[in-house]
């Protein structure tokens, strides 16, 4: 979540509000198949208190997409179970890389913050050392000498 309180009324996509018989005319399958599928794993909707099984509209997106795995792509339910969970795999992935980014970005602000507080504190009365290439001529200075006179 993303801190903000959400109002309990407001639905998702991930808000399981159909009943087994709903989502299986919503997906176009048969209510027993997506006991299967629960029982395999596939797709695990919501409980009710009374153990009854609660969809949302993103399970049955995942119906539709199980079913057209398996008829239309020939799939077996196993290798759907694997493309899925790696799908779900791959999401956590991009969610985390985004997420390790934004602090990578806050934490490169916050330096160059501390590094122009640092630049800000140098004394201005001091003068940088510079190094003073030798020019290859040597000049011998000797002090003139006093005359007895």
């Not at 140098?122 to 050392?129: A, M, N, S, T």
């Amino acid at each position: 979540m993303d801190g903000r309180r959400r109002n309990p009324y407001e639905l998702t996509d991930e808000t399981p509000v159909y009943v087994i018989s709903v989502a299986a005319q919503l997906s176009g399958l048969h209510p027993q198949t997506l006991r299967q599928y629960d029982r395999l794993g596939l797709v695990s909707p919501d409980r009710t208190a009374g153990r009854g099984r609660r969809y949302s509209t993103r399970d049955i997106e995942l119906l539709r997409q199980v079913q057209a795995l398996s008829q239309d792509e020939g799939i077996n339910l196993a290798g759907i179970k694997r493309i899925i969970e790696l799908e779900n795999q791959v999401a956590a992935l991009q969610a985390r890389v985004a997420e390790l980014s934004a602090a990578l970005e806050g934490a490169a602000a916050a330096m160059q913050q501390r590094e122009a507080q640092v630049h800000a504190s140098y004394r201005r009365d001091l003068v940088p050392y510079q190094d003073v290439q030798q020019a290859s001529a040597l000049v011998v200075w000797r002090p003139k000498q006093k005359r007895d006179g």
